[in-house]
Structure formats: structure tokens, C-alpha cells
Antibody, heavy 122, light 109 residues
Framework: EVQLVQSGAEVKKPGESLKISCKGSGYSFTTYWIGWVRQMPGKGLEWMGIIYPGDSDTRYSPSFQGQVTISADKSINTAYLQWSSLRASDTAMYYC???????????????WGQGTLVTVSS | ETVLSQSPGTLSLSPGERATLSCRASQSIRSNYSVWYQQKPGQAPRLLIYGASRRATGIPDRFSGSGSGTDFTLTISRLEPEDFAVYYCQQYDSSIMYTFGQGTKLEIK
């Protein structure tokens, strides 16, 4: 069974750093992309970026470029999303999701993590 | 940048009725790149339809997708109680990469 298990909820203060994780299992972690999606409270889905753990090729949405860093450690089947200095506006649910290789011709996210709630408040 | 507009914003129907949800793109997109997700409160999104019309694994056949160019449709033929949720369309283009529509809330009438 394909599973993406995300790290637990976080409560942080503005200016603090944070790294959340997404661990894949039940499939070959290095042959699928992992994307990150933000959902602010009561709002819709926003695509943040995507990484290919096989070679760490990473793409960012222009809206999030420079605001977050996406990385992966293929030795432990884990992808990460990190902030160096959080803001209150980063308060949201963050989802990781699996994406097939681009040369498949498809563009979809077929398995999703359970989400990590990040709350930034002074 | 391609913008996706979903309509209606909210759809009120009864179980057993047919639901038709629309997603309009500001420019033509490849059908391969047209996707629909379902999200229930407190849950992660779930893939329903990809490639405009292909059902994802385990999705009941009452869900169907259609469309091409700039207009795509998700149809639920006979609503079940568990179908009341928020539905998002998604598309891909090589410049901005992935974009989601703002969502359609399907609620019980």
C-alpha cells in the first residue's frame, strides 16, 4: 500500500525556522515526484513546488520561490519542506503528494499525506 | 499564466440527483493535464479524475470527467451521501506548472 506519512502539527513563533517531513512507503520513492500543497484556513489548494527524490531536481511555484526550501533524503524515503523565518501568514495545512514521472505524460497527484498543520503565532 | 475558474461556487443538490461541475481555463490546456480532486472536511484531497476523463483507482463509475481545450466538466451521475464535499480542478502548464481552481462546494439540499 502506498503511504505518505507527514510529521506532526507544529506551533511556532514568527521568525522561527521549521522543517516538516513526508515519508513515503509502499513504492519506489526515487521514481516518483513529491509535491507540496498549501491550504490556508478555510481556503483552497495552492501548489508550492515539487521534487524528484531520485536526483533532487526541484521546481518551485513563483509564488513560493525564495520563501521555502524543498529537499529530499532518498536514503530514508523522506521529503522535506522548510522555512528559515516563519510569518503569521504561513499558518496553514501543508500536504505532500506523489506525482508520476513527467515522461508518463500525466500530471496528477495520486496519493496524499495526511497533512501537517503549521500555526505561527506570537 | 493559466487561471482556472470553477462554477458554481456552491451547488445544493439532494442524494440521487445528478451533479455537474465546471472548470474553465483562461487558455487551452492539454486534456492529459486536466485533473479533478475531492476533499472532505478534515481530510486530504483525493484524486478522482486525471487526463480529463480517466477515473483513478477505486473511484466509482458514477464519477465521470469530460471536456477539452478550455472547458472541463466533472459529472456525478447519482449523488450518494458521501459525495458531498469540495471539488477542485487542477491543470498543468510548463510555465507556472500546477494551478488549482478555487473549488466547488457540493452541499446537501
Amino acid at each position: 500500500e502506498v503511504q505518505l506519512v507527514q510529521s506532526g502539527a507544529e506551533v511556532k513563533k514568527p521568525g522561527e525556522s521549521l522543517k516538516i517531513s513526508c515519508k513515503g512507503s509502499g513504492y519506489s520513492f526515487t521514481t516518483y515526484w513529491i509535491g507540496w500543497v498549501r491550504q490556508m484556513p478555510g481556503k483552497g489548494l495552492e501548489w508550492m513546488g515539487i521534487i524528484y527524490p531520485g536526483d533532487s531536481d526541484t521546481r518551485y511555484s513563483p509564488s513560493f520561490q525564495g520563501q521555502v526550501t524543498i529537499s529530499a533524503d532518498k536514503s530514508i524515503n523522506t521529503a522535506y519542506l522548510q522555512w528559515s523565518s516563519l510569518r503569521a501568514s504561513d499558518t496553514a495545512m501543508y500536504y505532500c503528494a506523489r506525482h508520476p514521472k513527467y515522461n508518463s505524460g500525466w500530471r496528477y497527484y495520486d496519493s496524499w499525506g495526511q497533512g501537517t498543520l503549521v500555526t505561527v503565532s506570537s | 499564466e493559466t487561471v482556472l475558474s470553477q462554477s458554481p461556487g456552491t451547488l445544493s443538490l439532494s442524494p440521487g440527483e445528478r451533479a455537474t461541475l465546471s472548470c474553465r481555463a483562461s487558455q487551452s490546456i492539454r486534456s492529459n493535464y486536466s485533473v479533478w480532486y475531492q476533499q472532505k472536511p478534515g481530510q486530504a484531497p483525493r484524486l478522482l479524475i486525471y487526463g480529463a476523463s480517466r477515473r483513478a483507482t477505486g473511484i466509482p463509475d458514477r464519477f465521470s470527467g469530460s471536456g477539452s481545450g478550455t472547458d472541463f466538466t466533472l459529472t456525478i451521475s447519482r449523488l450518494e451521501p458521501e459525495d458531498f464535499a469540495v471539488y477542485y480542478c487542477q491543470q498543468y502548464d510548463s510555465s507556472i506548472m500546477y494551478t488549482f481552481g478555487q473549488g466547488t462546494k457540493l452541499e446537501i439540499k
